[in-house]
Each structure stands twice: as structure tokens, then as C-alpha cells.
């Protein structure tokens, strides 16, 4: 009976600590100063525009494994048409690039873009969608995704250039098929499930020891 016990123990230990493990894994982002977003393949259709944050560079968070960041701003979109026409009902390609400083990495991520009008003469406006979530790995084994808002305006009157919309971006650290970022336990974790390893391995001697039955002799 003891030995159930300190077994269901030992047992806790280790899921205590491991657990303690995984969620400690974490990272932290730091957003570079080159994001852009391509809007020339809009030209022949809705023609769109867009400004990046200038202070996307100096945005920076730490994520642990699960978590997803903050919402923030990425870039401010919009058209240089003041009326939709009937070429402007096409879909548009849309490119943002998400530059980091950490990883150094620039990720593209697509999107369409398309003008619409509605059942009333001035009833008009344009949204955008993107393909995402985009997954990306980097080389030192960081797994990541990454969210940009679809966004639209839409107006009973026509507003052109004045119609634009905030682009908002969000990141997510997930589980690496291979090694998770900073994947070494700290010594306290060690010491925590040292004792319980070995303690299971003893547990599983006498068991194997006190199992063992001997030929008879002859």
C-alpha cells in the first residue's frame, strides 16, 4: 500500500514538472522596422493604398507556448477611388510583408481585396481579406503564426480616399514539431524531477526482483 502511494506520488511529480516545463517555454518578439504592403497588382482594378505603422519597430512582447500576442496596429488601408466602377468589383491582390528583428525573418502574407456596391445608388465600399494564419519556422526551431484583421468600409456615399480602415496584427507561439525555443529546464526543474525518476526506477527493480521466481535446484 505505501509503495501505491508514494508511486501516485512520484507520479505527480513528474506532471507537475513537466507541466511546469511546457508552459515555461517562451519567447520574445521584437517587430522590425521594414513591413511593407504591396498594393500595384490593385491598380487595374480597386486601387488600394496602404501606410504602415512607423512605430511598428518599437513593438515588442514575449508569448509562452499557447499564448497569442495583443492585437496591434500594423497598417492603415484604403483606395484612391472616389466611386466605384464596374472594374473595381474585381479582386485585387493584396501583399503585407510583417518584418522582425526577432527572428530575423520578413513574412508575407496574402489577401484580396474587392469594391462592392449595394441595392441603393450610393450604397458602396471595398473590403479586404487575408489569407491567414500564416505559419511560420524559423531556423533555430520557432514555431509561430501570424493574424491580420480583415477588415471593410462601406458608405451611403461615396468617400474615396477618406474611406480607409485599420489593419490590426496578432501573433501566436505554438508547439515545434521539433525542439521548442529555450527547451533547456532550468535547474530547478531538474531538481524537482531527479528525485522522482529515480525513484520510479527503484520502484520498478523491486518489482521486476520480487517478480522473478528461480529454477528449482536439482
Not at 472594374?87 to 528583428?101: H, N, S
Request: charged share 15%.
Amino acid at each position: 500500500m505505501k509503495k501505491k502511494i508514494f508511486a501516485c506520488f512520484c507520479s505527480m511529480v513528474l506532471i507537475f514538472g513537466i507541466g511546469r516545463y511546457v508552459h515555461a517555454t517562451s519567447y520574445t518578439f521584437d517587430m522590425g522596422g521594414g513591413s511593407w504592403v504591396d498594393t500595384s497588382d490593385t491598380n487595374d482594378v480597386l486601387q488600394m493604398y496602404a501606410t504602415v505603422n512607423p512605430d511598428l519597430k518599437d513593438i515588442q512582447f514575449s508569448l509562452n507556448v499557447g499564448e497569442t500576442s495583443d492585437s496591434f496596429y500594423f497598417a492603415k488601408i484604403g483606395t484612391n477611388e472616389t466611386w466605384i466602377n464596374d472594374d473595381d468589383i474585381i479582386p485585387g491582390t493584396v501583399t503585407a510583408y510583417v518584418d522582425f528583428d526577432n527572428p530575423d525573418l520578413t513574412q508575407a502574407v496574402g489577401g484580396t481585396s474587392v469594391g462592392f456596391t449595394g441595392c441603393l445608388l450610393f450604397d458602396q465600399g471595398w473590403r479586404l481579406i487575408w489569407d491567414d494564419p500564416v505559419y511560420v519556422g524559423s531556423s533555430d526551431s520557432l514555431y509561430f503564426s501570424i493574424d491580420l484583421t480583415d477588415v471593410s468600409y462601406h458608405s451611403g456615399w461615396w468617400q474615396g480616399p477618406d474611406g480607409s480602415a485599420c489593419v490590426k496584427a496578432k501573433v501566436t507561439l505554438l508547439n515545434n514539431p521539433g525542439d521548442p525555443p529555450n527547451s533547456v529546464p532550468d535547474a530547478g526543474i531538474l531538481w524537482l524531477l531527479g528525485p522522482a525518476f529515480i525513484a520510479l526506477g527503484v520502484l520498478g527493480r523491486k518489482k521486476t526482483i520480487s517478480g522473478f521466481k528461480t529454477s528449482p535446484r536439482a
